[in-house]
């Protein structure tokens, strides 16, 4: 992943959280729900990150998100998407690789080792193949189990989406 790469995703995720904190409404009458869950990583709970709910369809949903601390994450209702179909994004970004890796420049000391300050692989958050349906009225509680060996052109093994009733 190179440094514009890194920096888009931060910027991305700056873009959201002002978007979300400045929206009034959304126009969606559907009422929102909470969201609750757990995300490992090779095994392990995800220390810290931050999980987002994007609308699969533009228009036919609200993006949510929330922040995973020990391997744990909670959305409260008023944050919350409405019942729907979504793509799921983890992120966990570790910035003191992003500072070692660059150097005064921003360009990588060693052009040719890409350094990632994401520890999550893209196929889980900017390229993202998770997904989750929201329901109404019942606990959405999910479990994603990623793993950060992923090869190229692999599809990955992940739970997700169960829902608990």
Known sequence: ??????????????????????????????????????????????????IVFEPKTKGEGITAFGQIADGRFSIDRELGPVPGSYVVRIDSIDLSRLTHSAGKSGKHKNSDRHVSANLIPAQYNMDSTLAAEVKADVSNSYKFALSSKVAANSKPTVVFGSQHH
């Open 1 to 50: 992943m190179t440094i514009i790469r890194i920096v888009g995703t931060l910027t991305l995720w700056g873009a959201l959280a002002l978007l979300i904190s400045g929206c009034g409404g959304s126009g969606d009458t559907r009422p929102r729900q909470p969201l609750s869950g757990e995300v490992s990583l090779d095994g392990h709970p995800l220390d810290k990150g931050q």
